[in-house]
């Protein structure tokens, strides 16, 4: 897999002994991550954004708990709390060790002990598949993320409709389409990894499927990414295939695509939240 971050990072990575980890009142977290300017939020600008912290559970439950033959099938991220602009911690527990399956949790704490963010993971143990036929998710009909992106320089994330035209807003019911690359790396001196690759993009299936034509007015509450493999690509394709709504509270889907085809899904919470001004 390609690696192609190059930028300045999301976060440096400190040790729990430094002057810092006073601010982090998690005496189980080994790290601190200090963001960096451009981890801010989108929704208020003094908050850490909250993909970040679902990336940062992610990257914590590889480190910790991954294992040859076990694959990360499924990623929850919970973002019940909003994330001061401060540095932050993630602690993880191994809670389930069968023959074939392995669950973890992660937990992403904040400055005054309380916990921002969590995370559950399920990996599988990998083996042949059954016999017979299973209809299937077929391939994109996207053009490549290389001929879209190109034009537009550094570009990370891409929005276009059913006749690749980019899309700033959305609006009536056209086909919600994106491809995103991640040119920085989450933790300084790190490349990003398939599995920290695909959370950072998975937090991107609740605009897409849940902005309106007055922008995005809700603000996810949680994201499940379900994958039957990990992406062979730095850039992750994502077209919305689901939305519901009632009484401000939204669900939606999308499915996610590498560039060699579909890898899996994820679904999103989401609760109306006033726009951000910007």
Excluded: K
């Excluded at 999301?10 to 005496?27: E, K």
């Amino acid at each position: 897999m390609a690696q192609t971050e190059d930028e300045a990072p999301y976060f440096t990575r400190t040790t729990a002994t430094a002057d810092i980890a006073d601010s982090v009142a998690s005496a189980d977290s080994a790290e601190i991550f200090v963001p960096e300017s451009h981890a801010r939020g989108w929704w208020a600008p003094d908050t850490v954004h909250g993909r970040l912290l679902g990336a940062l559970a992610a990257r914590a439950l590889e480190r910790e708990h991954a294992e040859e033959g076990l694959h990360f099938a499924r990623l929850t991220v919970d973002l019940f709390r909003t994330a001061p602009f401060a540095p932050v911690g993630v602690t993880t527990q191994r809670v389930r060790d069968g023959r074939r399956i392995r669950v973890a949790d992660a937990v992403v704490h904040g400055g005054d002990g309380r916990p921002l963010a969590r995370a559950s993971a399920v990996l599988l143990r990998t083996a042949a598949p059954p016999p017979g036929h299973i209809p299937a998710t077929g391939p994109w009909d996207a053009p490549p993320a290389q001929e879209l992106l190109a034009p537009h320089g550094r570009t990370q994330f891409l929005r276009f409709d059913e006749e690749l035209r980019p899309v700033r807003e959305w609006s009536g019911d056209q086909r919600r389409r994106s491809w995103m690359r991640d040119a920085r790396p989450l933790v300084g001196g790190e490349a990003l990894s398939p599995l920290v690759r695909a959370a950072l993009a998975a937090d991107t299936a609740s605009p897409l499927a849940h902005a309106g034509d007055d922008g995005l007015r809700y603000i996810n509450a949680d994201y499940t990414l379900s994958l039957s493999r990990l992406p062979l690509s730095d850039e992750i394709g994502l077209e919305a295939t689901g939305h519901t709504a009632e009484d401000g509270i939204a669900v939606g889907h999308c499915t996610l695509y590498d560039a060699a085809g579909p890898i899996g899904y994820c679904t999103t919470t989401a609760l109306a939240n006033p726009a951000p001004e910007h």
